[in-house]
Every structure is written in structure tokens, then in C-alpha cells.
């Protein structure tokens, strides 16, 4: 079983950057397609971007897409979520989570989720 702890989150003003981090802890992530999905208060959880066991193959939303880079170092067992040119409505919790597959984008099945790290920009 494999443990997900996010960190790096905040609060930022628009136009900011910052780069949350996903380490996995009890079984390697590396033949994994990893996540990172988003809630917002009173909304749905959304997909934000995925990347492949490898990190050659990524996918993003169109929302953040051009602003937000995913990318991983399997010798850390880390994935990390860069995000720059930050709106208001980036503002939510943000969740790492495992796909079951070696590849992730928003329709796979995800099984081992993060507690989330909180988000927020003003403006």
C-alpha cells in the first residue's frame, strides 16, 4: 500500500507561482501514472493533469494548461505540480493521486489518494 502526502501549498496572489510536491511513501510510484486533481468549495472535484510512469506522456486540463507543469523524479518517488500565472479560480484543495495503470489522464481509475493541500489566490 502506498501513501501519498501533498505539500508545498498556500496562499499567492494572481500572476504567483508555486510548485506543490507529492511524495509517496511505502511501495514504489514508478510504474505508475500519477494525478493531480482539484476541489473547490461548493464544486466538484476536477482533473488538473496526469503523467505517465515515465513522465514521457502528460495531460492537462484546458484551464491550466500553458500555466501548470506536471513532472515527476521516480528516484524520489515525487511528483511535483508547477503552477504559474495563478488566477482566483485556481483556489481549491489540490490532491495527488496513484492511477491503477502505468498511464493517467482525466477518465482513469485513481486508488490511492493524498489528503490535499490547500491553495489559495487572491486578487
Known amino acids: 500500500q502506498v501513501q501519498l502526502v501533498e505539500s508545498g501549498g498556500g496562499l499567492v496572489q494572481a500572476g504567483g507561482s508555486l510548485r506543490l510536491s507529492c511524495a509517496a511513501s511505502g511501495r514504489t510510484i514508478s510504474t505508475y501514472g500519477m494525478g493531480w486533481f482539484r476541489q473547490a468549495p461548493g464544486k466538484e472535484r476536477e482533473f488538473v493533469a496526469a503523467?505517465?510512469?515515465?513522465?514521457?506522456?502528460?495531460y492537462y486540463a484546458d484551464s491550466v494548461k500553458g500555466r501548470f507543469t506536471i513532472s515527476r523524479d521516480n528516484a524520489k518517488n515525487t511528483v511535483y505540480l508547477q503552477m504559474n500565472s495563478l488566477k482566483p479560480e485556481d483556489t481549491a484543495v489540490y490532491y495527488c493521486?496513484?492511477?491503477?495503470?502505468?498511464?493517467?489522464?482525466?477518465?482513469?481509475?485513481?486508488?490511492?489518494w493524498g489528503q490535499g493541500t490547500q491553495v489559495s489566490v487572491s486578487s
Open positions: 493521486a496513484e492511477a491503477m495503470t502505468a498511464y493517467a489522464g482525466p477518465s482513469n481509475e485513481y486508488d490511492y
Open positions: 503523467i505517465s510512469w515515465s513522465g514521457g506522456s502528460t
